[in-house]
């Protein structure tokens, strides 16, 4: 942080700063990380701490959210942290300004009974620069989004460019390619993309054939092919996964016009986080901060899940993880599968309501077989 974004001046205008939630702010913080110089050794450090604040909320007024913990008790809550490494991200936190030291005579660390004195890490900090951190974790996230944007842009361009008869030991493809297995800023990929459209705008044009298929009018059912042939996108959809979105399209129809479902529908079907997850999501905000703890653990980047965000709206894309959550062990990439489905949002082809009647139908199967087979429970 700068020194700017430290510094706040009297008691009133500490107290008018609104409260914030303790594991909201430490999201935003984790997103925005590597802007503020932090790694994930620290972060858990600040992790800890936070565990010791008996409440959910953090208060703008100096002084009064200290913790206490002995460096011995965060070191075990820590799994064994040396200590010597253990003061050093406190201190390193110290520093940037997101705690502050609220030091006793002896530098020891205690409340006193029967008072509200207490000694140890002030974390009201967090709550003064709530503001700035959740913009910059925000201006991240759309940053990110921005250069996935662009990184699937420039993946189309070369494969463009393949297609008009470039061949792909050409210098410029070959730099293109490198630079896509790197972590690159918003302006290198924009100049690289850049380069693919001029080179693309210079090429010249092929004729395309255009195949007219013909069915009978009697006919009901066509093949839907959903699975990508492009050798460009590393993740793809597995056959098993095919046939159950042409199953979908079948039971249900693919003229049909459906409306997305609400929270308590999604959560009486999809009851699988609960595996992961012991509390349970009474809004879309608890929902949306769940699946974004979710999202790593099954296999899913999270760039590729704000892209389905960002294509599907947020309420979609988080109960469509809790769907892919559901038929997981069937879906052999669940990351190419959700890419998959944000490109068919992208074209208007996707909704949630029939994975959301498959899993009804299937949970309805599911129960009919046990009942069959214990007739003595019916």
């Not at 703008?60 to 010597?84: D, K, Q, Y």
């Not at 030991?169 to 070959?174: K, R, S």
Request: glycine share 4%; charged share 25%.
């Amino acid at each position: 942080m700068s020194n700017s974004t430290r510094t706040v001046t009297g008691v009133a205008e500490l107290c008018a700063l609104p409260p914030v939630d303790k594991w909201q702010i430490l999201d935003a913080l984790s997103a925005a990380a590597e802007e503020f110089e932090l790694n994930h050794r620290t972060l858990s450090v600040l992790r800890a701490l936070i565990t010791f604040l008996p409440a959910r909320e953090i208060t703008a007024e100096l002084n009064s959210c200290i913790v206490f913990p002995s460096n011995r008790t965060l070191s075990e809550r820590l799994h064994g942290m040396p200590e010597s490494t253990l003061r050093r991200h406190l201190a390193k936190l110290v520093k940037l300004g997101i705690i502050s030291r609220h030091d006793s005579a002896n530098r020891k660390r205690f409340a006193r009974r029967g008072s509200e004195i207490a000694y140890g890490f002030d974390l009201s900090p967090l709550a003064v620069h709530a503001s700035h951190i959740e913009s910059t974790a925000q201006t991240l996230k759309l940053l990110t989004q921005e250069c996935q944007k662009l990184r699937d842009d420039i993946a189309c361009l070369r494969r463009n460019l393949m297609e008009q008869g470039m061949h792909s030991n050409d210098e410029l493809l070959l730099t293109s390619q490198r630079l896509l297995r790197r972590k690159l800023s918003k302006t290198e990929l924009l100049e690289m993309h850049t380069q693919l459209i001029n080179r693309l705008r210079a090429a010249p044009q092929s004729p395309t054939e255009t195949q007219q298929m013909s069915a009978k009018h009697t006919q009901n059912e066509r093949h839907i092919q959903t699975k990508s042939k492009s050798t460009f996108d590393s993740e793809e959809i597995t056959a098993t996964e095919t046939r159950y979105e042409n199953k979908q399209q079948h039971q249900t129809g693919t003229t049909a016009s459906f409306s997305n479902p609400s929270l308590v529908e999604v959560l009486e079907i999809c009851r699988e986080y609960s595996s992961y997850f012991t509390e349970t999501p009474h809004s879309w905000t608890d929902l949306h901060r769940m699946i974004a703890r979710l999202v790593p653990m099954i296999g899913i980047e999270v760039a590729v899940y704000w892209q389905a965000e960002r294509t599907m709206g947020r309420e979609v894309a988080a109960s469509t993880v809790l769907c892919i959550l559901e038929r997981l062990p069937q879906i052999h990439n669940p990351g190419g599968y959700l890419r998959q489905l944000s490109k068919r949002a992208e074209k208007g082809l996707f909704s949630l309501a029939p994975m959301i009647s498959a899993l009804k139908r299937a949970d309805r199967l599911s129960a009919d077989n046990h009942l069959a087979a214990n007739p003595q429970t019916a």
